[in-house]
């Protein structure tokens, strides 16, 4: 093993056993593994555009979707994703077709995410489309962008972490 890892394991078994000679009189240790060093990416997320939908499920799924890609970045610990209450009510319900690069350059926001949805009935039953598509900002382009087509209520949580995943490659080259 490296000298890098030694020292670290000797930390860690140092930190154990000062917990454990501490007993009763601290409450918890909390050990941060991560780069809390390194800069992290801002990205946005706003409220998703959701064209008539006749289903339940479509309507909370997409409603749930930006909370969910919230939930994968930040636990990558690359990300810091902007919240929501910080955006304009016209923003948090943008939908893919326009993009303010200003506004969004004016937020501090590196990466956006815009998506929006629509529900259509094939063979008697609900089917869903999502589209997806990440912006640069500072370099004022769109990164990736898909379509998802012929979607059930449980593909989408499916379709939102395949697409996170092509986000954090796309921005970081990490997979």
């Not at 917990?19 to 801002?42: D, H, M, P, W």
């Not at 946005?44 to 909370?60: L, V």
């Amino acid at each position: 093993m490296t000298d890098l890892r030694l020292k670290f394991r000797a930390l860690l078994v140092s930190l154990f056993v000062l917990q454990l000679s501490a007993g009763a009189e601290s409450q918890s240790l909390t050990i941060e593994v991560g780069r809390a060093a390194v800069r992290k990416y801002r990205l946005a997320i706003p409220h998703f555009g959701i064209q008539k939908s006749s289903g339940a499920f479509q309507e909370s799924s997409y409603r749930e979707i930006p909370a969910s890609f919230s939930r994968l970045f930040d636990f990558t610990g690359e990300f810091e994703v902007a919240n929501p209450a910080s955006l304009s009510d016209e923003m948090l319900t943008n939908n893919s077709k326009k993009m303010d690069f200003d506004y969004w350059s004016s937020m501090l926001v590196e990466y956006v995410i815009l998506g929006s949805g629509q529900v259509e009935k094939i063979e008697d039953k609900d089917h869903s489309s999502l589209d997806l598509r990440l912006f640069d900002i500072r370099n004022k382009k769109v990164l990736l962008g898909k379509r998802y087509s012929r979607l059930t209520s449980k593909d989408v949580d499916k379709v939102v972490r395949r697409f996170a995943d092509l986000c954090v490659h796309s921005i970081t080259g990490l997979s």
